[in-house]
């Protein structure tokens, strides 16, 4: 598929390839409203491709300026990271690399859309390459760390995009993509692959694809929805998809990643951002949006985990050991009753029995 500009029609529907200026192609026949209650195919409360606006103060896109420095207008690089004509280079597959690139710009929309370009390929084999690429929206910016070759305990937004299974007693399988929301108190942990962090996650298999890989994350009044088009089919899956998420306003967008033992190449092809217009009630108007702190409001707040060494947000998720032991303990439950019930039916007959 190609890579120039194409016209965002439908919300979470079919990508549609298109000259920029030029309508793309019309939707298609109505979905029935069960079924996109079942299958989730086109995500509630978002609002059609008219009334997206690409925010290029926010946005990298071909073609790039500034090829072969170490900065472009409006985008600044760290470490590894490398400009060429066709992608930002975050890393080569070589080991013990990082990489940035940051917006110069702080961004004060409400509600915006980000679609990421990218490409993640080397030469590992299976299990044999890593780390992977983490994308931003966070209240410092350019600052190196160990997160993906950024900052831990940041204030903001993270999409972790992660190759390789640190922990080796994991279910998960990866590639995987996960989202962490923190206020500073919470750390990542490497070595649980940020399992004890992460607000919700899918599996999704982008590395050394043929074709064009593309994510894409929106954010809009609380709500917070990661989509993948993975398979050069043109359409976006549902990765993520979750609400009560309170981000601030004038944070910054950006990029990194990070390699060590193992390694791969994590190419930033573009990022466009695009402005939702949305209407926010009165009240939510009158809020400061600068001075709130990120937050998820279904979970406990970063602040109780800070004398946690796990930094739990939640109750880990259910492995397999843990859905056994669950079924056992209803089955041993539903014997009980089965007997309990048995015992005073037997009971009953007996003293009837008595009467006659």
């Known amino acids: 598929m190609a890579a120039e500009g194409w016209i965002w029609r439908w919300g979470w529907g079919r990508r549609c390839p298109g000259r920029p200026g030029l309508p793309g192609p019309g939707p298609g026949p109505a979905t029935p409203l069960l079924l996109i209650l079942l299958l989730?195919?086109?995500?509630?409360?978002?609002?059609?491709?008219?009334?997206?606006?690409?925010?290029?103060?926010?946005?990298?896109?071909?073609?790039?300026?500034?090829?072969?420095?170490?900065?472009?207008?409006?985008?600044?690089?760290?470490?590894?990271?490398?400009?060429?004509?066709?992608?930002?280079?975050?890393?080569?597959?070589?080991?013990?690399?990082?990489?940035?690139?940051?917006?110069?710009?702080?961004?004060?929309?409400?509600?915006?859309?980000?679609?990421?370009?990218?490409?993640?390929?080397?030469?590992?084999?299976?299990?044999?390459?890593?780390?992977?690429?983490?994308?931003?929206?966070?209240?410092?910016?350019?600052?190196?760390?160990?997160?993906?070759?950024?900052?831990?305990?940041?204030?903001?937004?993270?999409?972790?995009?992660?190759?390789?299974?640190?922990?080796?007693?994991?279910?998960?399988?990866?590639?995987?993509?996960?989202?962490?929301?923190?206020?500073?108190?919470?750390?990542?942990?490497?070595?649980?692959?940020?399992?004890?962090?992460e607000l919700a996650g899918c599996t999704a298999d982008f590395r050394n694809r043929d074709h064009d890989t593309f994510l894409a994350v929106r954010y809009s009044r609380g709500r917070l929805t990661v989509m993948t088009d993975l398979e050069d089919k043109n359409e976006w899956k549902n990765c993520i998809d979750i609400t009560g998420v309170r981000l601030p306003t004038g944070y910054y967008f950006g990029a990194s990643a990070g390699t060590g033992d193992l390694s791969d190449n994590h190419d930033i092809i573009s990022m466009k951002l695009f402005q939702l217009m949305v209407e926010h009630t009165p009240d939510e108007d009158n809020i400061d949006w600068t001075k709130i702190?990120?937050?998820?409001?279904?979970?406990?707040?970063?602040?109780?985990?800070?004398?946690?060494?796990?930094?739990?947000?939640?109750?880990?998720?259910l492995t397999g050991w843990r859905v056994f032991l669950l079924l056992l303990c209803a089955l041993l439950g539903i014997i009980v009753c089965a007997v309990v019930g048995a015992v005073v039916f037997q009971r009953r007959q007996e003293r009837n029995k008595r009467f006659y």
């Open 40 to 197: 989730g195919s086109v995500a509630a409360d978002i609002t059609d491709g008219n009334s997206e606006h690409l925010k290029r103060e926010h946005s990298l896109i071909k073609p790039y300026q500034g090829v072969g420095s170490s900065s472009m207008p409006l985008w600044d690089f760290q470490g590894s990271t490398i400009l060429t004509s066709q992608y930002v280079r975050l890393t080569p597959d070589e080991r013990s690399k990082e990489g940035s690139i940051w917006n110069h710009q702080p961004c004060f929309l409400k509600d915006w859309e980000m679609h990421v370009h990218f490409k993640v390929h080397g030469a590992g084999k299976k299990n044999l390459h890593g780390d992977g690429i983490a994308l931003w929206y966070t209240r410092d910016r350019l600052v190196h760390g160990p997160v993906f070759g950024s900052k831990d305990n940041f204030h903001g937004l993270a999409i972790f995009l992660d190759t390789y299974p640190n922990d080796e007693t994991t279910e998960r399988v990866f590639p995987y993509i996960s989202v962490m929301v923190n206020n500073g108190s919470l750390s990542y942990d490497h070595s649980k692959d940020g399992r004890w962090t």
């Open 293 to 317: 702190e990120p937050s998820v409001n279904f979970l406990k707040s970063p602040k109780d985990n800070v004398d946690d060494p796990t930094g739990n947000f939640r109750s880990g998720p």
